[in-house]
């Protein structure tokens, strides 16, 4: 079992900045992506950002756009997510998530999605 827990979030204004935190406990996730999903009212969980642990290769969604960064800190066990430049349509729920890669892929859809954190609260004010 992988334990995920997840901060970070609060309210802040468009334009703003924010960092995400996903501290993992229990089983190695050295072999797994560890990485975020977000969900908005009214819509799916989809995914965001993901790093490899044991490589640190980065992943993110296209609509990221270069605007956010995910790192990892191996001695603390911890997942970061920078956001910058944030947008209204940001405005989501954030799930830190772990998984072991599939076919050596990273998993990018949330029902394959094997652990989840509590999810934090991200609200951006236009």
């Known amino acids: 079992q992988v334990q995920l827990v997840d901060a970070g979030g609060g309210l802040v204004q468009a334009g703003d900045s924010l960092r995400l935190s996903c501290a993992a406990s229990g089983r190695t996730v050295s072999t797994y992506a560890?990485?975020?999903f977000r969900k908005a009212p009214g819509k799916d969980r989809e995914f965001v950002a993901a790093i490899r642990w044991?490589?640190?290769?980065?992943?993110y969604a296209d609509f990221v756009q270069?605007?956010?960064?995910?790192?990892?800190?191996?001695?603390?066990?911890?997942?970061?997510?920078?956001?910058?430049?944030?947008?209204?349509?940001?405005?989501?729920?954030?799930?830190?998530?772990?998984?072991?890669?599939?076919?050596?892929?990273?998993v990018r859809v949330a029902?394959?999605?094997?652990?989840?954190?509590?999810g934090t609260?991200?609200?951006?004010?236009?």
């Open 66 to 106: 270069g605007r956010f960064t995910i790192s990892r800190d191996n001695s603390e066990n911890t997942v970061y997510l920078q956001m910058s430049s944030l947008k209204f349509e940001d405005t989501a729920v954030y799930y830190c998530a772990a998984s072991p890669l599939i076919r050596d892929k990273v």
């Open 34 to 36: 560890v990485g975020w």
């Open 121 to 126: 609260q991200v609200t951006v004010s236009s």
């Open 54 to 59: 044991s490589t640190g290769r980065t992943y």
């Open 111 to 118: 029902e394959r999605v094997h652990y989840w954190g509590q």
